[in-house]
């Protein structure tokens, strides 16, 4: 069965610092990754994707995230952390079990704290 | 070209009546995908609909959920008889085709209060 963890219920970082928010994934297909931020009180935006080519994904706004099929990881990276970068973070699993199209399934969520 | 609508942006409902949540996909899209957000949590897949046919519907409730995609119009969220715990933010996303590297994009939501 598909599911996705976040190691991380809440990340604090200092304004400047580097960014890691953990995603691990259990899919029994080749499945699609997505990192999605959420400012408050907003809807949804698309960071970066992972369909199976490159495994580095650089995304919008200096993220990028790693897919790594032997540790079933897709952690989010930045170097130098922005107070706009605050936010909850989603990471995304899309995957075909069973159906004829792909399923999304959510991550819990990560919130980001930078403190200036 | 203009992002997926939702509207209300925020509704504000009694114990036992109606909520009805509208989506407008983005032009060319011909799939729509519900989601409840509880506060605290994560979005939860509802519902997946394709113009006049629902897809997928194991997310969603059995009873006073129901949701419909016309051939012509948004889809609708239709919430009957809402309870308390219905209280949630509801978001919409669409996307041009059903597989994984076709992203989709997700509307602002409607938070949705039960008095």
């Known amino acids: 069965a598909q599911s996705v963890t976040q190691l991380d219920s809440h990340v604090s970082v200092s304004e400047g610092t580097p960014v890691l928010l953990r995603c691990n994934y259990s899919?029994?297909?080749?499945?699609?990754l997505f990192w999605y931020v959420q400012h408050p009180n907003k809807g949804l935006q698309l960071l970066l994707k992972y369909t199976s080519a490159a495994t580095l994904v650089k995304g919008i706004n200096g993220f990028e995230a790693e897919f790594k099929k032997s540790e079933t990881s897709f952690h989010l990276t930045k170097p130098s952390a922005h107070m706009s970068d605050a936010a909850e973070y989603f990471c995304?699993?899309?995957?075909?079990?069973?159906?004829?199209?792909?399923?999304?399934?959510f991550g819990p969520g990560t919130s980001l704290s930078v403190i200036p | 070209n203009a992002g997926v609508m939702q509207n209300p942006r925020h509704l504000v409902r009694r114990r036992g009546q109606e909520a009805r949540l509208r989506c407008s996909p983005m032009?060319?899209?011909?799939?729509v995908y519900w989601y409840r957000q509880l506060p605290e949590e994560g979005l939860k897949f509802m519902v997946y609909l394709q113009k006049e046919n629902i897809i997928d519907e194991s997310g969603m409730p059995k009873e006073r959920f129901s949701a419909e995609f016309p051939k012509e119009g948004p889809s609708i969220l239709r919430i009957q008889q809402v309870v308390r715990g219905d209280s949630a933010a509801y978001f919409c996303?669409?996307?041009?085709?059903?597989?994984?590297?076709?992203?989709?994009?997700f509307g602002p939501g409607t938070r949705l209060t039960v008095l």
């Open positions: 996303a669409s996307s041009s085709l059903a597989q994984s590297y076709n992203e989709q994009f």
């Open positions: 899919s029994s297909y080749s499945p699609s």
């Open positions: 995304v699993v899309s995957d075909r079990v069973k159906t004829s199209y792909d399923k999304v399934i």
């Open positions: 032009k060319g899209h011909s799939h």
